[in-house]
């Protein structure tokens, strides 16, 4: 399974494309982690709001996918853009377990993606919102 896909430079030339995975549900940090650190990406994952602007500011990364059930609306959408606010270029991939993204989060989030224990659809959006580099 590695190397498939995640390999490649960051957005910022300093190593692989960093992923930051916020899930208020630890099984699913660490599916998520195991399963795009075996595609060669490196992934920081948080289960809070607080330690994933944490890793945020800290890391700078290249993707943020957000499980769209862990805080409410506003929140999130305050957030969210605060992370443009720092980094504008990221990409946002929003998780949810609803069959419809009309309206999440408008221009603050570039994709959504259902939920599920098969990420290849996850991956695939991935690939797609962020090109690697040569």
Known sequence: MGGQGGTGEGRNGSGPIKILVIDGEESHCRLYKEELEDDGYRVLTATTWP????????????????????????????????????????????????????????SLADAYVLKSSDLSELKSTIKSTIPVMP
């Open 51 to 106: 330690k994933g602007m944490d890793f945020f500011r800290k890391e700078i990364p290249d993707v943020v996918t957000v499980d769209v059930c862990m805080s409410d609306c506003e929140e999130r959408i305050r957030l969210l853009g605060q992370m443009k606010e720092i980094s504008p270029e990221v990409a946002i991939i929003l998780l949810t377990s609803y069959d419809n993204g009309d309206g999440f989060e408008g």
